[in-house]
């Protein structure tokens, strides 16, 4: 009796075990299995211009990326709401830039904090010089936390034609710190033989800039941490003019982000984005892709759910 209790007790042990071990692949398999919401596919479609140069294999990839993505990453918000919206941009934002990498995890992101306007950043010790940024990203411990203003994160979609998006900049200095530092050189996922040129060409690309001979961003040049992120703004913003303006510069990034987006971006997003629609109809055609409307397809199912 002793010696069953005993193999019993370690096989509950090993079960036990093996449960703890593989509590994030069951959890994940469960996200994945899910129906990705229809609403968050017309903010897709609405909203998000790099959504819509995929191929419809890759559309349904980026979804469950955006899908894993918001089950696992806390988003709170300052005297805010953290609705749909929010949400998916914020996804958005982490997502696309990865969007190239295989089983790549933001472990060292902890929270993303949404404010309501722009954010106060302390200079000194004494609290006495102060400066307003809308974004930003906080070091805390092994973590680190994305602070993103809400209108300029909308604002980072809406408008593709400026080069700018604050919610790709700051997870641009997240994935920049995945090798432990903030410096503009993302070794943890750059080919070691890029490591030399990259600097060099930073370098040279920082000096035009302070020069004013360049069309990147001035913040850019603040230090190589900024250029970094401002250059992966205008990288998945303006792709086409980067590579004609910037070749190399534009030819090095396709190898950091394993991504080379300028083949994919000969679309007219202003006819193809409605950031500033109505909601969604019940007798628009479903977003979902069925061809039937709305009020016939998922409407449906999003009744059935919420009673």
Same mark, same amino acid.
Not at 7 to 19: D, K, N
Not at 223 to 231: G, I
Not at 274 to 303: A, F, M, Q, T, V
């Given at each position: ?27 994940? !398999?469960?996200? &994945?299995? @899910?129906? #990705? ?12 211009? +790099?959504? /819509? ?96 203003? !809400?209108?300029? &994160?909308? @604002?980072? #979609? ?12 700051? +997870?641009? /200095? ?134």
């Amino acid at each position: 009796m002793g010696y069953l209790f005993f193999i019993a007790l370690v096989a509950g042990m090993l079960l036990l075990f093996y449960r703890w071990a593989t509590r994030k692949q069951r959890r994940r !398999k469960q996200v &994945l299995a @899910q129906d #990705f919401p229809v609403e968050w596919r017309k903010i897709l479609k609405d909203r998000i211009g +790099f959504y /819509h140069t995929l191929k419809e294999e890759d559309q349904r990839r980026f979804e469950k990326m955006l899908q894993l993505f918001l089950s696992e990453k806390r988003i709170t918000g300052i005297q805010t709401e953290i609705d749909d919206l929010t949400k998916v941009l914020v996804g958005c934002s982490a997502i696309i830039p990865i969007f190239g990498f295989r089983d790549w995890e933001y472990q060292n992101l902890g929270e993303v904090i949404v404010f309501p306007g722009s954010i106060k950043r302390y200079q000194d010790k004494d609290n006495e010089a102060v400066t307003e940024v809308l974004g930003r990203v906080n070091p805390f411990q092994n973590d680190h936390y994305v602070t993103l203003s !809400k209108p300029a &994160l909308e @604002q980072g #979609f809406n408008d593709m034609a400026d080069r700018k998006n604050v919610g790709i900049h700051e +997870f641009a /200095h997240i994935l920049d710190q995945a090798d432990g530092e903030i410096d503009g050189i993302p070794e943890a996922y750059m080919p070691d033989e890029l490591v030399k040129p990259w600097k060099e060409l930073m370098y040279r690309k920082i000096k035009a800039i302070k020069q004013g001979e360049s069309d990147i961003n001035p913040y850019g040049a603040t230090s190589e941490a900024e250029f970094f992120a401002v250059v992966t703004e205008y990288f998945f913003e303006k792709p086409g003019q980067l590579a004609e303006n910037h070749p190399r510069l534009y030819e090095m990034l396709t190898k950091v982000f394993s991504q080379n987006p300028k083949r994919r971006f000969r679309l007219n997003f202003r006819s193809l984005l409605n950031p500033y629609g109505k909601r969604l109809g019940r007798n628009e055609p479903c977003p979902c892709g069925s061809g039937d409307k709305y009020k016939n397809c998922c409407w449906l199912k999003k009744g059935a759910a919420a009673s």
